[in-house]
């Protein structure tokens, strides 16, 4: 049986360095495949810019229609919640600033340890909400399949491990803080194949389709 110290250092040191590198390749070669397809050329005379239309559309996508808000309200704020929580618990919690600092030679400040356990709760929250309305919102059942699911569940391990590493909720501590290790990894390791690679490709998009119809001259 594998001791939890021995399975603490292995997920964080073999099991790490072959999760970060299947993550880097994979986004490289899934972004190389997207921008190597290319685009048809356009032959009709352009009716205004590309650039500055497509810039538009990203940051305006960000922000719901009224109408879907008022359709699917709780799709539209859990969504907000859970990307919130999880931003900042991911990138402001100072322990991971310094392994990321550890990792590429640089890092930036984080926040107060209780802003952060406080945005994971939140995060939580806004998935378990995800989820609920995942299963029993008649459309959006309809509408999801297994990679939905698995894609939420990646996403969803992380934080609640890290949140019982946090608070110590499990003993022995090796064992939690090494499943919140591995829960990370296994995130990695399938975020370039699943549908978790939109964090990259939706602002492709969204450019894609702002900038063409700026060249069309008409609103995105």
Not at 49 to 60: R, V
Not at 111 to 124: F, N, R, Y
């Amino acid at each position: 049986m594998i001791e939890p110290m021995d399975f603490l250092l292995w997920v964080r040191g073999t099991a790490f360095d072959v999760s970060l590198s299947i993550f880097v390749i994979g986004i490289v070669l899934r972004l190389f495949e997207i921008l190597s397809l290319g685009r048809a050329a356009n032959l009709a005379e352009p009716r205004g810019t590309e650039f500055g239309p497509g810039m538009k559309t990203i940051l305006t996508r960000n922000i719901p229609e009224a109408g879907t808000f008022k359709r699917q309200p709780l799709t539209v704020i859990a969504g907000y919640v859970f990307h919130i929580g999880l931003l900042i618990s991911l990138f402001f919690f100072v322990p991971h600033i310094q392994l990321f600092a550890a990792t590429f030679g640089f890092g930036w400040p984080g926040l107060p340890t209780p802003i952060v356990d406080a945005a994971t709760v939140l995060g939580i929250v806004g998935l378990l909400a995800v989820l609920w309305n995942r299963l029993t919102n008649p459309v959006m059942k309809l509408l999801s399949d297994k990679e939905d699911y698995l894609v939420w569940l990646l996403t969803f391990l992380p934080l609640l491990t890290g949140y019982l590493a946090y608070h110590r909720m499990v003993d022995p501590y090796p064992l939690i803080l090494g499943l919140h290790i591995l829960s990370i990894e296994l995130f990695l390791i399938l975020f370039p194949f699943t549908k978790l690679m939109h964090t990259f490709t939706l602002f492709l998009a969204r450019w894609y389709n702002g900038a063409m119809h700026g060249r069309r001259g008409v609103q995105s």
